[in-house]
Nanobody, 120 residues
């Protein structure tokens, strides 16, 4: 059973930084891609950043230049370094992964979410 466990959310002042982590575990054969999405109250869930095998990254325009996504391949962990945070970044952040397992083949998985709150 694949699990994605996130950590690193919290409360920070505008202009500050946070680093989110998401560790995948449970019968993993390979990870095709990992990423972060976020959902603010009353809004739809939106892409923040993704990283694919080979290190190819993609960012939402709203975070490009401020956020950096990276992966630790041996640890099956993805990170999101968030700098120059502003109140508009306040949201629940969700880890997402496209994973191949021997039993399920290729499937998409979500973490439970971690709250990021940026005060002005």
């Amino acid at each position: 059973q694949v699990q994605l466990v996130e950590s690193g959310g919290g409360l920070v002042q505008a202009g500050g930084s946070l680093r989110l982590s998401c560790a995948a575990s449970g019968g993993i054969f390979s990870i095709v891609a990992m990423g972060w999405y976020r959902q603010a109250p009353g809004k739809q869930r939106e892409l923040v950043a993704t990283i694919r095998s080979g290190g190819f990254t993609n960012y939402a325009d709203s975070v490009s230049g401020r956020f950096t996504i990276s992966r630790d391949y041996p640890k099956n962990t993805v990170y999101l370094q968030m700098n120059s945070l502003n109140p508009e970044d306040t949201a629940a952040y969700y880890c997402n992964a496209d994973i191949q397992t021997p039993s399920m083949g290729r499937s998409n998985y979500w973490g439970q979410g971690t709250q990021v709150t940026v005060s002005s």
